[in-house]
């Protein structure tokens, strides 16, 4: 029986998709929800699964094209798995001569001298080049193919860094930002991490991570300066009530800000389990549409690459953004003496045009404090 594979209902939000990659070729056979076709969008990639057992009889939608909700992907013929032929013969035939054994040196004696001459010219290694001359001797036509072979190369750009260079654009174009600094101890949290992380993994299942305690301590610090936790559109201010903080996630795909929902509500058990499984989905391609949706504040950690300090960009429409950097052992002064502590530069960048300069250095100031004293700030004092 022939069946059409369609493109799945897409989100309203979203209009349509481009075929991303074919798993499968015409005459394959399929397992039912097995993944034949990715189709990405610009916030996430769409798998669409086998509806049964059987066969891809035709591609209709090559990679690159563009599909809408509903459309024809492919022709699908329902049948059983063919039969095993059973193991291949790993032997060699008797009186096949095997392939000869090209090595490097071997190779650079064997290029012909007009294909040495190019070689030297251009600077190519032997090793470079698969000759097709008699016995793998190199000509000067292989070597020609090295020595012309572009040095650039112009891709299109995927739909997720179209979607994320027009995102950024918007910001810089819209938003009058502007970004603070401070600083943070984080000997107490490091503390507590390195005391409860054996008894926390074998509670929860999952490791104390450091990402958790900021969540906590800049979900605080919203409820006190909601300003920070608000949108603009048009000449209107939006105040969420909700805390809805986005977490930026590096993917194969590019940035993904999965959003963590409700964060009041959370324990430090439910944020660092939440975010082991967005940066899973990240990882593998399989963050829903909702999971990027509802935000009101975002969270980066450019520290996690090495970043010491850096201005990030807002995350429209949110009016804010909280930079996190490595840590560093620096030298400060505690109860008048010199130590070394595991100092982090925080920067908060945010939109001037509704959140004034002392609200966003309170706001970092509160986040600092909650990190360095964490105790009150889990106790809710």
Do not use: C
Request: glycine content about 8%; charged content about 25%.
């Amino acid at each position: 029986m022939s069946i059409e594979v369609k493109v799945p209902v897409l989100p309203e939000s979203v209009a349509d998709a481009t075929i991303a990659t074919w798993h499968k070729k015409v005459g394959d056979f399929v397992q039912r929800d097995e993944n034949i076709v990715d189709l990405e969008t610009d916030k996430v990639v769409l798998e669409v699964p086998a509806p049964v057992d059987g066969y891809i009889r035709e591609i209709i939608k090559p990679e690159g094209e563009t599909v809408t909700s509903d459309q024809v992907l492919a022709k699908f013929e329902e049948g059983e798995a063919p039969e095993s032929k059973g193991p291949v013969d790993s032997e060699t035939k008797e009186g096949h001569k095997s392939d000869p054994v090209v090595t490097k040196s071997s190779v650079a004696n064997g290029a012909s001298p007009a294909a040495r001459k190019i070689m030297t010219e251009n600077d190519i290694e032997p090793s470079q080049i698969k000759g097709t001359g008699r016995g793998g001797r190199i000509t000067k036509p292989n070597a020609m193919d090295i020595a012309n072979t572009p040095m650039e190369e112009r891709v299109p750009m995927s739909r997720l860094r179209q979607m994320i260079a027009g995102r950024m654009i918007e910001a810089q174009s819209t938003a009058a930002m502007l970004t603070s600094f401070n600083e943070v101890d984080l000997q107490a949290v490091m503390d507590i991490r390195k005391k409860y992380k054996e008894e926390f993994m074998e509670k929860h299942g999952v490791k104390l991570g450091l990402m958790s305690f900021f969540v906590k301590a800049a979900t605080e610090a919203l409820k006190k300066f909601p300003i920070i936790n608000a949108a603009t559109e048009g000449n209107d201010v939006i105040y969420h009530k909700m805390h809805n903080i986005g977490i930026a996630v590096a993917s194969p795909r590019g940035l993904v800000v999965p959003v963590l929902k409700n964060t009041a509500a959370m324990s430090l058990a439910d944020i660092d389990g939440g975010i082991r499984e967005y940066a899973l989905a990240a990882r593998d391609g399989k963050l829903a549409m909702d999971d990027l949706q509802g935000g009101t504040f975002t969270i980066t950690n450019g520290g996690s690459f090495g970043s010491l300090m850096s201005t990030p960009i807002l995350n429209t429409p949110q009016s804010a953004i909280l930079g996190m950097h490595t840590i560093k052992q620096r030298p400060v002064v505690v109860d008048g003496e010199i130590v070394a502590r595991p100092m982090m530069y925080l920067a908060l960048t945010y939109d001037h045009r509704i959140i004034d300069g002392k609200d966003a250095v309170l706001f970092l100031v509160a986040v600092k404090e909650a990190l360095e004293d964490p105790a009150r700030m889990l106790l809710n004092l």
